[in-house]
C-alpha cells in the first residue's frame, strides 16, 4: 500500500495547515526548466497522483517554463480542492537562454502576480515567495522595497501570504518588519546547514521553513553514512534524507519534485519513514553536529 502524504503530520502555512510532504512542481517543465516536458500527459498524471496521495502543498513558479508549470497545473487540478495550497514565487524572470536574472522592480513583481494567477486560474494567490538573488546562498542586501510592493499587493488582496526566499537572518528580520512572513524557503539538506539556527527560530515563532534542493538539487547527496543507513533500513538513500530533514524540526515543510509517478510514491514513503537514534546521530555527524 503507497504511502500517503499525512504520514509526515502537518504544519500552518498562514492561516492555512498543509502536510508537510509537498511536492515541487519545478520538474514539470523541459530542460534546464525550459519549454514545455516530453510527456505533457505524464507530468498531468504526476499533479493528479500527487493530490490523490494526501499532498495539498504544491510549490511553483511563472518563470518555471516559463508559464509551463502554472499551465499544467491548471490543466490538472482546477478547479482546484478547497484544501489545496498552490505556494508561488517572484523575484526573478527567463531570458531565452534560460538564464534567471533579477525582476525586483515593483512593475516587475506586480506583473509576475498577475502572470501567476492568469496562468493558474486563481483570483488571489494563497501564498508568494520573494525570492531574492543568488543561486544557492543569499546574497546580503535590503529587501525593503521589494517587501513593500509584496505588502501592497496583499493589501490589495492579490496575495494571501508573505514568503521569503534566500534570505539571510538579517534580510529576513528586515522583510518581517515590513510585513508578516509566513515562511522561509532556503538551500537546506542533510549535508548544507548553515540555517541550522534559523530553522530553530522560526520553529519558536511557527513559522515554516521550506528547504530547497532538499536532496542535493543539481549535485545529489552522496555519503557512506546516507549510504549506510538506507542499507539497514532498507531503503533508498535520497528516502533517508528527506525523512531526516522530517525529524529535524516539526515546522520543515518538504517539497520534493519529480516527473514521475513511481518516483513521486517513492519520495511519500520518506512520510512514514521512522529514524531511530543511531541512524539520526549518524546522519547529523555530516553537517559536523
Known amino acids: 500500500m503507497t504511502t500517503t502524504a499525512d504520514r509526515a503530520g502537518q504544519f500552518t502555512l498562514g492561516d492555512r495547515t498543509v502536510h508537510r510532504m509537498g511536492y515541487g512542481a519545478m520538474q514539470l517543465a523541459g530542460p534546464h526548466v525550459m519549454g514545455p516536458p516530453a510527456d505533457r500527459d505524464g507530468a498531468v498524471a504526476v499533479l493528479r497522483r500527487a493530490v490523490e496521495l494526501g499532498v495539498d502543498h504544491i510549490d511553483t513558479s511563472d518563470y518555471y517554463g516559463p508559464h509551463v508549470t502554472n499551465e499544467i497545473i491548471r490543466e490538472a487540478l482546477h478547479p482546484y480542492p478547497e484544501q489545496l495550497t498552490v505556494v508561488t514565487k517572484v523575484g526573478a524572470r527567463r531570458t531565452p537562454e534560460g538564464e534567471w536574472p533579477e525582476a525586483l522592480g515593483a512593475d516587475e513583481l506586480r506583473q509576475a502576480v498577475h502572470d501567476n ?167 547529523d555527524a555530516l553537517g559536523g553536529a
Request: charged fraction near 15%; include cysteine; aromatic fraction near 4%.
Open 117 to 283: 494567477l492568469d496562468h493558474l486560474g486563481l483570483d488571489s494567490l494563497h501564498v508568494v515567495n520573494l525570492r531574492m538573488p543568488g543561486f544557492a546562498e543569499p546574497v546580503e542586501r535590503s529587501v525593503a522595497e521589494p517587501m513593500e510592493t509584496m505588502a501592497a499587493l496583499q493589501a490589495e488582496g492579490l496575495v494571501q501570504h508573505i514568503g521569503v526566499s534566500n534570505v539571510s537572518t538579517s534580510m529576513l528580520a528586515e522583510a518581517r518588519s515590513i510585513a508578516p512572513v509566513v515562511c522561509v524557503q532556503n538551500h537546506y539538506n542533510l549535508a548544507h546547514r548553515d540555517d541550522d539556527a534559523m530553522v530553530d527560530a522560526l520553529a519558536r515563532e511557527g513559522i515554516a521553513y521550506v528547504p530547497f534542493f532538499p536532496l542535493g538539487g543539481f549535485t545529489p547527496l552522496q555519503s557512506q553514512a546516507l549510504e549506510s543507513v538506507a542499507r539497514t533500513l532498507e531503503t533508498t538513500p535520497m528516502e533517508v534524507a528527506l525523512a531526516w530533514l522530517l525529524a529535524r524540526s516539526p515546522n520543515v515543510l518538504l517539497i520534493p519534485g519529480t516527473s514521475s509517478v513511481a518516483h513521486l510514491e517513492e519520495n511519500l514513503e520518506a512520510a512514514a519513514r521512522v529514524l531511530g537514534p543511531a541512524e539520526l546521530a549518524e546522519l
